[in-house]
């Protein structure tokens, strides 16, 4: 393990996700030198085309002298650029950077962060990119255990204790919300372009908790507009706080405060919801954005084995 007290050349930290590319050059100490974002997620790369798209948005970055580049996200993935095989729960700082799967043939030198995998129930759960916003929202919040919450179109909820992800679940609430607001018949009520509404959420998630299902609860949506019960540009946030509210009745919440931390890793919009959602059932927490990204990929490469 490197001495985090000696100089090291910087690090290009790299989160390359379905839709987006997302960089930072980071100094010795973890600090953000320099942040470059693209529309060129795996999806959008042609069959043979990672290198020449790394080349071509931090190709400068990477021929600096013993530069080091960590890449997290889908870009391990099967239709990325190199599969990079799931470390099974429990999974800490040790068992990704062995399991990292470095890139043969290039002139710089590139490592893929292996994602997560555990089962429950006879099922597997996966993630990619968020065992390093977990770890690296941990470095940030000084801590090594915690319930960490990274809510997005496929929401992951992970328990960590003492430095290692011991069990984590996805749930598709981003995902479901689109489909409810855009594809169904609850579409032709929402305007596309309604504010957020605080008290339409907090109802919709206080809703959640008393009806026995999102099968039925999602109707009203439909229901309460057409009753005159609540006006149109509310019903939007009162649908997100119907699928929000799900969500954390499946996590079986008591109302009575808990003795573990619980983070929140995402866009600011987002956490800023189920920050709102959880304090309505005496759940207090903490945010994170980005920043847990490159501080995840920073204090991975303290430890990176030689390829």
């Known amino acids: ?132 916003q977990i770890f690296g929202a941990l470095q940030l919040a000084k801590l090594h255990s915690a319930t960490l919450v990274l809510p997005g179109t496929h929401s992951k909820w992970a328990t960590v204790q003492d430095g290692q992800i011991t069990g984590f679940s996805t749930w598709m609430t981003g995902e479901v919300y689109a489909l409810l607001s855009q594809h169904s018949i609850l579409a032709r009520s929402l305007p596309p372009d309604a504010v957020f509404d605080e008290l339409a959420f907090e109802r919709g998630v206080q809703q959640a908790q008393q009806g026995p299902s999102l099968l039925h609860t999602a109707f009203g949506t439909r229901t309460l507009q057409l009753m005159g019960r609540m006006p149109d540009d509310a019903l939007a946030s009162y649908l997100s706080g119907l699928v929000i509210g799900e969500e954390l009745r499946g996590q079986a919440f008591s109302t009575s405060a808990s003795d573990t931390p619980l983070l929140l890793i995402g866009s600011p919009s987002l956490t800023q919801r189920y920050a709102q959602a959880l304090a309505l059932l005496g759940r207090s927490s903490r945010r994170w954005g980005s920043e847990a990204t490159w501080a995840g990929l920073w204090a991975l490469s303290r430890q990176w084995p030689s390829p």
């Open 1 to 132: 393990m490197t001495d985090t007290a000696t100089a090291t050349p910087p690090l290009i930290a790299i989160d390359w996700g379905t839709t987006s590319l997302r960089g930072a050059l980071l100094g010795p100490e973890g600090q953000v030198l320099e942040e470059r974002q693209a529309a060129q997620g795996i999806l959008q790369v042609p069959a043979g085309g990672f290198a020449t798209v790394f080349e071509q948005h931090f190709g400068d970055w990477a021929r600096r002298p013993g530069s080091l580049t960590l890449i997290s996200g889908m870009a391990g993935s099967r239709q990325g650029w190199l599969e990079a095989p799931y470390c099974a729960c429990p999974a800490g700082f040790a068992q990704l950077a062995q399991g990292l799967a470095w890139l043969p043939g290039l002139p710089w030198r590139v490592g893929i962060v292996p994602g997560v995998s555990t089962e429950a129930q006879q099922v597997p759960d996966v993630m990619r990119g968020e065992e390093v």
